[in-house]
């Protein structure tokens, strides 16, 4: 059997190493996106995964966006909650709009996705949620309030929604990558990330998005059946949860 994957954000970073690593395992992958249709465009042309475009932050673009996917692609088994944002600033500096940005796509987002296809996977008695927390969900970061804010959150949701799911085959984890080497991370200023962020991560590099997509495949699979409702962390040792 082919089970499903949606991936958001799924065409950028992190995320679309997830697509990439998922297709190659046989799985049946659709990939969504916001904002960059060229990337996207590109994105669909190299890989052959069908894009969607919507934005999480509507919980009935949402709902209409994921049964043109089961239409097009059928029920989905795998939902990875990829797509994030930042609106780094000090707090003393931040806007209510970077809160409502960061808060909106990064944790309402989780329930705008997953509320729609959690029905199904009861009836179908499977099912995998992925949520891409942070290792700033974790611990905190200077300049974050509303990332770490809404990073936080998704770890709680992962732990609440895996003890509704256990009875019914589904398994909710989270994973918490470190520092990767995406464009979220380049747009750290130089001085920044050379001066306080490098020199606290142990494995002394950023990581690959292949690293974080090898987790999902993981935890995507059947045989992780038993694994609900955890975090697992891939920082290059920068902190230990
Ligand atoms: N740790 C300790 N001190 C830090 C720091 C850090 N990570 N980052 C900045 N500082 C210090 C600066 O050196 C500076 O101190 P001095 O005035 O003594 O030099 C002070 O804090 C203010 O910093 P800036 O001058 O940079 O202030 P700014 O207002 O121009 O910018 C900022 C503030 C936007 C928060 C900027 O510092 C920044 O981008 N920091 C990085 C935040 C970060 O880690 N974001 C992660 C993005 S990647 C991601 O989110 C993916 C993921 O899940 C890991």
Known sequence: MTRVALVTGGTRGIGAAISIALDQAGYRVAATYVGNET??????????????????????????GI????????????????AGITRDGMFHRITPEDWNMVIGTNLNGLFNM?????????????GRIINISSINGQKGQLGQANYSAAKAGDIGFTKALAQEGAAKGITVNAVCPGYIGTEMVRAIPEKVLKEHILPQIPVGRLGEPEEIARCVVFLASDEAG????????????????
Not at 228 to 240: E, F, H
């Open 114 to 126: 997953t509320h729609p296809v959690w029905p199904g996977m009861r009836e179908r008695s499977f």
């Open 67 to 82: 049964a043109r996917v089961e239409a097009d692609v059928g029920p989905i088994d795998v939902l990875v909650n990829n």
């Open 39 to 64: 990337e996207a465009r590109s994105f669909q042309d190299r890989t052959g995964i069908p894009t969607y475009r919507w934005d999480i932050r509507d919980y009935q673009a949402c709902k209409d």
């Open 226 to 241: 038993f694994i609900t409702g955890s975090t697992l962390t891939a920082n290059g040792g920068q902190y230990l949860a």
